[in-house]
């Protein structure tokens, strides 16, 4: 469903991506984590190619884009359209009730009838449980509801593939588990997800493949339990150390 193969991205003279590949099947869910700067949210950013990468290629549902040739734009857009992206800070549109927010992307980009769009979004607002808060402003909500939201408002493109980059990192703690909550639902109706985020917890229930990054290096990957369980590598096993203190 979607791979990155032999992915490198450079800032200047700083590489922050070397030679990463990547495959999630069908359906499955890749946890990526690693130190600050270790390269996580680039990654991701070139897998919706926000970020060109400098070489390798990136497949999404038979679509490829190979960047060691000539990239046009119709098709970044059209790879892109494949993704749903759910930021740490949510990004809503502040001047735009909850509704309006949803609607946006389908209307803008698709160019779906408003009908159409207001309908899927009333669906995935229930979905996330906040269906009385259709026609409420981002700042009347809590955090734990505006990434909701955001989670709501990237589904309504009716993506192949959603990226998470650390939903929960700007959450307080009581409010984690109503967001984790409503990606592990997405997870068991199948949808295929690549999630940044550190909630070990989450990671050992839903991760088909952790994949532990440093310095733009995939240091270590495998099944959750082998990589938080059983590391093999010192960098590792450091970093894992740093996370349960
Ligand atoms: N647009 C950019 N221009 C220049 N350097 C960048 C840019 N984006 C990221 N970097 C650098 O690339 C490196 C990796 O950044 P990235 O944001 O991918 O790390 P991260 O693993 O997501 O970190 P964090 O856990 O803090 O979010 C960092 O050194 C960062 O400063
Ligand atoms: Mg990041």
């Known amino acids: 469903m979607l791979s990155m193969k032999n992915i490198s991205k450079t800032f200047g003279s700083l590489e922050v991506l070397k030679d990463i590949s990547i495959n999630v099947d069908q359906g499955k869910v890749v946890v990526v984590i690693g130190p600050s700067g270790s390269g996580k949210t680039t990654l991701l950013r070139c897998l919706n190619v926000l970020e060109q990468p400098d070489s390798g290629a990136v497949t999404i549902d038979n679509q490829t884009i190979d960047f060691s040739q000539k990239v046009t734009k119709p ?112 997870a068991k109706e199948g949808m295929t997800m690549v999630v940044v985020t550190h909630e070990m917890k989450f990671a050992k229930e839903v991760a088909d493949e952790v994949v532990f990054m440093d310095g733009g290096y995939i240091v270590e990957r495998g099944a959750p339990e082998e990589v938080f369980e059983r590391p093999t590598q010192e960098r590792t096993k450091k970093f894992l150390n740093l996370l349960q203190h």
């Not at 946006?104 to 906040?130: D, H, I, M, N, Y």
């Open 75 to 186: 098709a970044i857009r059209e790879l892109r359209k494949q993704t749903g992206m759910v930021f740490q800070n949510y990004n809503l549109f502040p001047h735009l009730t909850v509704i309006e927010n949803i609607m946006e992307g389908p209307v803008t980009v698709q160019k779906q009838e408003k009908s159409t769009a207001r309908e899927t979004a009333v669906r995935l607002l229930e979905k996330v449980g906040l269906g009385d808060k259709a026609d409420v402003y981002p700042y009347q909500l809590s955090g734990g509801q505006q990434q909701r939201v955001g989670i709501a408002r990237a589904m309504a493109i009716d993506p192949k593939v959603m990226l998470f980059d650390e939903p929960t990192s700007a959450l307080d703690p009581e409010l984690i588990g109503e967001v984790l909550q409503v990606m592990k639902d997405l």
